[in-house]
């Protein structure tokens, strides 16, 4: 009774102390938007963990059982599990959550709390989750299927180019726990290592940086890159996914530094944030459009006031530009806006049209098929997938027929000048700045050594009197 006592208060400081520290963290719990000073925080949050691993090791019993031969109650049996507790976890695994076949190789995890289960977690080899049931006064409350989409972090990744921006990633940004051994042994572990830098390249050159930086002449050996990536990752089962690139700089070898540094931004009328990326100074990445809507596409017709159509025979206007490209290409949004238009439309095939600001409209034609998720009136954001390369309606082969409309009017889309997406402003800009050191500090300690920082800009001279 009295060790029982002592761990009970021991457990209670811990999570006292813990509370403290989170609470007394700037603006945290008290409905404020201010910067979380990481930096400051980590080694306290550390001290406490440890001392919670300490004093949890004595009230904390893990017990673990593996399916053989494809009999479940063998590795119940394994993590401990018996009478009302073996009846209940077979009863809600079954009926409740369907997992009604095993295979050799699943697993049992039950965790057990002063010698009552707690938590009992199922892995299945060939699912990307685990299924879990928790207890409550000896009940179980609670079950689920937990997908590996819920399980995120966030690694820093430094490279050095010595040819390619691919092969510095391929080098350096391949995360050592992708598979369970840190090896590519077989052509599934290739294949997903490949899938891995295929991403994480394309968000880099061809999104966040394809306005600064050309990577086909700019690219030079000793140029440096650095990441903040999120990642997915299914605890226990060496299966890590790229999930996306929350900040990036690039640093050329003959001087010169390119960053991309987050914040979430709130349209005027929605209420949910999104991910966007800005300069030190809250300027955009990015200009209002994307020069083309098809990567690597080929201008197979332009723009033109009179042209011989191939499948009517006869000359009439071609008000847009087509992109020939493979059969299923990726077609992205040029910009920021709001589906008006998502259906078949006559010799259009596969239409949609997409209401931008400022007096814009896109419009995509011959489309094979349309991106899951989104109908008329879904907000789509630049550079995110709307379809798929077509031949569909009055068409002689894959290609996307582009539109570009300002106010009405039909416009040359490789012609028309476009405005830069709107900077940071008021509230907004305050809030990046105060936030880009505590950003610059985390990203230190993930990293493990300094991360470049350009210095502070000059204030002006004074004049003269």
């Known amino acids: 009774m009295q060790r029982s006592r002592r761990n009970f208060i021991a457990v209670t400081v811990v999570v006292l102390a813990g509370l403290l520290t989170w609470f007394s963290i700037p603006g945290y719990g008290r409905g404020e938007r201010a910067s979380w000073p990481f930096h400051r925080d980590i080694a306290a949050l550390d001290f406490h963990r440890a001392h919670a691993f300490a004093v949890m090791a004595d009230t904390v019993d893990i017990m673990v059982g593996v399916v053989g031969d494809g009999f479940l109650g063998g590795a119940l049996w394994d993590a401990g599990l018996s009478g009302r507790n073996y009846e209940q976890v077979c009863a809600i695994l079954r009926d409740s959550l369907g997992w009604r076949v095993q295979q050799l190789g699943d697993s049992i995890v039950a965790v057990y709390h002063r010698d009552r289960l707690a938590e009992l977690r199922a892995y299945p080899r060939n699912r990307r989750g685990f299924f879990r049931i928790c207890w409550t006064d000896g009940v179980p409350g609670l079950w689920e299927f937990s997908p590996q989409e819920s399980w995120i972090r966030t690694r820093a990744v430094q490279c050095r180019v010595t040819s390619t921006v691919w092969g510095a990633l391929w080098e350096s940004a391949i995360p050592g726990d992708l598979t369970s051994n840190g090896m590519l042994l077989s052509a599934r572990d290739t294949a997903r290592a490949v899938g891995y830098v295929s991403e994480l390249q394309h968000e880099?050159?061809?999104r966040l940086f394809?306005?600064?930086?050309?990577?086909?002449?700019?690219?030079?050996?000793?140029?440096?890159?650095?990441?903040?990536?999120?990642?997915?990752?299914?605890?226990?089962?060496?299966?890590?996914?790229?999930?996306?690139?929350?900040?990036?700089?690039?640093?050329?070898?003959?001087?010169?530094?390119?960053?991309?540094?987050?914040?979430f931004v709130t349209p005027e009328g929605d209420e949910s944030s999104y991910l966007d990326h800005f300069h030190r100074d809250g300027?955009?990445?990015?200009?209002?459009?994307?020069?083309?809507?098809?990567?690597?596409?080929?201008?197979?017709?332009?723009?033109?006031?009179?042209?011989?159509?191939?499948?009517?025979g006869y000359t009439r206007a071609h008000r847009g530009i087509d992109y020939a490209a493979p059969l299923g290409t990726e077609i992205y949004a040029v910009g920021d806006g709001v589906i008006t238009v998502r259906q078949w439309q006559g010799g259009y095939g596969n239409f949609i049209k997409i209401r931008h600001a400022n007096g814009y409209e896109t419009a995509y034609g011959h489309m094979n098929g349309f991106a899951s998720g989104q109908a008329v009136g879904s907000r789509v954001r630049q550079g995110e997938i709307i379809g798929y390369v077509g031949t569909t309606g009055l068409s002689t082969g894959p290609h996307l027929h582009f539109e570009m409309i300002k106010n009405g009017s039909h416009v040359n889309p490789a012609e028309e000048i476009v405005p830069p997406s709107d900077p940071l402003e008021g509230e907004n800009l305050?809030?990046?700045?105060?936030?880009?050191?505590?950003?610059?500090?985390?990203?230190?300690?993930?990293?493990?050594?300094?991360?470049?920082?350009?210095?502070?800009?000059?204030?002006?001279?004074?004049?003269?009197?």
């Open 283 to 312: 300027a955009s990445l990015r200009t209002m459009f994307l020069k083309m809507p098809v990567p690597f596409g080929r201008v197979s017709s332009p723009f033109s006031g009179a042209r011989l159509h191939p499948v009517l």
């Open 430 to 465: 305050a809030l990046f700045l105060e936030q880009l050191p505590v950003l610059d500090a985390a990203w230190t300690v993930l990293n493990g050594s300094p991360i470049p920082v350009p210095p502070p800009p000059e204030p002006p001279a004074a004049e003269g009197r």
């Open 210 to 263: 394809c306005y600064d930086i050309d990577f086909y002449y700019d690219v030079r050996t000793g140029d440096s890159l650095w990441i903040l990536i999120e990642e997915t990752r299914y605890p226990e089962d060496g299966e890590s996914g790229f999930l996306r690139i929350l900040a990036a700089k690039y640093k050329f070898a003959g001087g010169g530094l390119a960053e991309a540094l987050p914040f």
């Open 204 to 206: 880099l050159t061809d």
